[in-house]
């Protein structure tokens, strides 16, 4: 299963960071860009970026129904159907502390030279953030969904102690996003430990879902507005 999907997205990751650590430029003068362009012209760039998005919904699908063989209520098992007003409120309370800190952990190693440049989108078109929005929404769906609800419940088949549980879906997190360089990766693991975390103690996908659409809805929105006002902030955005 992660071969089809987050797996295969983490070789290729460690492949860009090694790649990148032994370029003449190195790592501080390397950039990786959030949701580029698939087409010079508008209508192709759409239908592009609109299929590319919809089709990563399918590993979600295909994890629920491989569950749904063994267990009669997937969704419910995951904590993911009917969503409860404490999970709005837990998802808030984990954005904020990941997301806070995230930020910060990147300026630092953005000025340390240990993390790439990440270069936000362009808004050079009106349907470019409600594609960027459900391109959060995917996100948020594959990388819960699969590393902490399916991961871990596999995990517990095969009698797994919850900290190699941990550590295995925390580094597999880190290692997908090791194209953003050192702050990534670290980065990246802690929030792989917070939300294995999370869901070990609520029993719920549900408000990691939501802090994890909330992180990625600022990253890749907010953070580009955010850039485009702080541009000239120490070269740092």
Request: some cysteine; glycine content about 8%; charged content about 10%.
């Given at each position: 299963?992660?071969?089809l999907?987050?797996g295969a997205s ?13 370029s003449?430029?190195?790592l ?8 580029p362009s698939?087409s010079a012209?508008?209508?192709w760039?759409?239908?592009y970026?609109?299929?590319g998005?919809s089709?990563?919904f ?8 491989l569950l749904a ?5 997937p969704?419910?098992?995951l ?6 007003k ?14 806070i800190?995230?930020?910060g ?7 340390l030279?240990l ?8 808004f050079?078109?009106?349907w470019?953030i409600?594609l ?5 929404l995917k ?8 590393m902490?609800?399916?991961?871990f419940?596999?995990?517990?088949e ?8 941990q550590l295995?879906s925390?580094s ?7 194209y953003?360089?050192f702050?990534?990766?670290?980065g ?6 917070v939300?294995?975390?999370?869901y070990?103690?609520?029993g ?20 580009a507005?955010?850039?485009k006002q ?5 070269g740092?955005?």
């Amino acid at each position: 299963m992660l071969l089809l999907s987050l797996g295969a997205s983490a070789i290729y990751s460690v492949l860009n960071l090694l790649q990148t650590l032994t370029s003449k430029l190195g790592l501080a003068s390397s950039s990786a860009n959030l949701n580029p362009s698939e087409s010079a012209a508008a209508l192709w760039d759409f239908i592009y970026r609109l299929i590319g998005t919809s089709l990563g919904f399918m590993p979600v699908i295909l994890v629920l129904y491989l569950l749904a063989q063994k267990y009669p209520a997937p969704q419910k098992l995951l904590g993911l159907w009917k969503p409860i007003k404490s999970d709005w409120l837990r998802g808030s309370m984990v954005f904020a502390c990941i997301g806070i800190p995230g930020l910060g952990l990147y300026l630092t190693a953005r000025a340390l030279g240990l993390a790439a440049k990440i270069v936000p989108g362009e808004f050079q078109y009106w349907w470019i953030i409600p594609l960027l929005l459900l391109s959060a929404l995917k996100a948020a769906a594959l990388e819960e969904v699969i590393m902490i609800g399916y991961l871990f419940k596999k995990f517990d088949e095969l009698g797994f102690s919850f900290r190699k549980q941990q550590l295995i879906s925390a580094s597999i997190r880190a290692a997908y996003h090791a194209y953003q360089g050192f702050a990534g990766l670290l980065g990246n693991f802690i929030m792989g430990l917070v939300f294995g975390w999370a869901y070990r103690r609520w029993g719920r996908v549900a408000p990691l879902l939501f802090a994890h659409f909330l992180l990625d809805a600022f990253s890749f929105v907010g953070y580009a507005l955010l850039a485009k006002q702080l541009a000239t902030f120490v070269g740092l955005f």
